[in-house]
């Protein structure tokens, strides 16, 4: 009877010491596999803000050349009304062109292209200063996870080691523009 009692206790002492060692191995896989998560968090984050720049820079080179464009052709076209009116007296004249640009160019109100352009710089802009922040808030929920104990002593063995928060410089490209309308 003791050789069983003694044979129990050793397959009870075994499967005390598997199940604790495997407690182990899923209790650090599975801090492991919550760190990936929220690294691939601040990855992202950090990309939404590299592509909202990146859209900052096309879309105003883009919309200052459209509004330049359309600004050029309302001066020409109204330099063209005026030179009708100065060089012959007769109204008809001038009225029949007037009436041909208004057919070829209904509205010449470049304001409304000033106005679409500062409404796609504020939203670009607001979008800019949104991801920014969630990206300061991955990297904080990220940093609290990986300094938690007893998650820290496993991710210092493995070598996550804690990020830093951008604030202010978030590397924009240095020819972002800044006198959209200078010649």
Do not use: W
């Amino acid at each position: 009877m003791s050789k069983k009692l003694d044979l129990k206790l050793v397959l009870i002492i075994g499967a005390g010491i598997v199940a604790v060692i495997l407690l182990c191995v899923f209790g650090v896989q599975s801090s492991q596999n919550k760190a990936f998560v929220l690294e691939e968090q601040v990855n992202t984050a950090q990309s939404d803000i590299k592509v909202q720049e990146k859209r900052r820079v096309d879309l105003v080179y883009n919309l200052a050349d459209c509004v330049k464009q359309y600004d050029k052709h309302e001066a020409e076209t109204l330099t063209a009304i005026v030179d009708g009116r100065g060089t012959t007296g007769d109204v008809e004249n001038v009225a029949m062109a007037i009436t041909a640009v208004s057919e070829a160019y209904p509205e010449l109100k470049s304001d409304e292209n000033y106005k679409q352009l500062m409404n796609e710089l504020s939203i670009t802009e607001n979008l800019i200063a949104e991801y920014r922040s969630n990206y300061n808030k991955q990297i904080k929920e990220y940093n609290r996870y990986i300094r938690k104990f007893p998650t820290r002593i496993f991710l210092d063995m493995l070598g996550y080691e804690t990020q830093n928060y951008t604030y202010l410089d978030y590397n924009a490209p240095a020819d972002a523009p800044q006198d959209l309308f200078g010649e």
